[in-house]
C-alpha cells in the first residue's frame, strides 16, 4: 500500500515561511502536487513536480512565492512557503499520480492525511 506523509505544518505569523514536507513509501510517481483546502471549499491546486524535478507548474496566484522541490534519494517533495498571508490558511495535501503536472485532483490516486498551516495576522 502506498503511503504518503505530510509534515511540517504549523502557526506562523503573516510575512513568515513554512516548508512542507512529503514522503512516500513505495513506488516512485510520474508527479506528486500539493493542494489545499479551507472548510467548506473545494481543494485547490497549488504546484507540483515531475518525478525528475526538471519541471515544476504553480497555480499563477501563487507563482513567487511557494517553491516545490523534490529529493529523490530521501524519496520526498518539499513546499517553500514564504511571505505567508492570512489567507494561505489552509489544510494543505500531498498526492501523488501518472500524469505529470495535473491541476486536476481526480488524476491523482494517492493522497496524504493533510497538514493544517495557519497564518495569523
Known amino acids: 500500500q502506498e503511503q504518503l506523509v505530510e509534515s511540517g505544518g504549523g502557526l506562523v505569523q503573516a510575512g513568515g515561511s513554512l516548508r512542507l514536507s512529503c514522503t512516500a513509501s ?29 519541471n515544476t507548474y504553480y497555480t499563477d496566484s501563487l507563482k513567487g ?19 505567508l498571508k492570512p489567507e494561505d490558511t489552509d489544510v494543505y495535501y500531498c498526492a501523488a499520480g501518472p500524469y505529470e503536472g495535473s491541476w486536476n485532483e481526480r488524476t491523482y490516486d494517492y493522497w496524504g492525511q493533510g497538514t493544517q498551516v495557519t497564518v495569523s495576522s
Open 26 to 54: 513505495g513506488r516512485t510517481f510520474g508527479s506528486t502536487g500539493w493542494f489545499r483546502q479551507a472548510p467548506g471549499k473545494e481543494r485547490e491546486f497549488v504546484a507540483a513536480i515531475s518525478w525528475s524535478g526538471d
Open 65 to 83: 512565492r511557494f517553491t516545490i522541490s523534490r529529493d529523490n534519494a530521501k524519496n520526498t517533495v518539499s513546499l517553500q512557503m514564504n511571505s
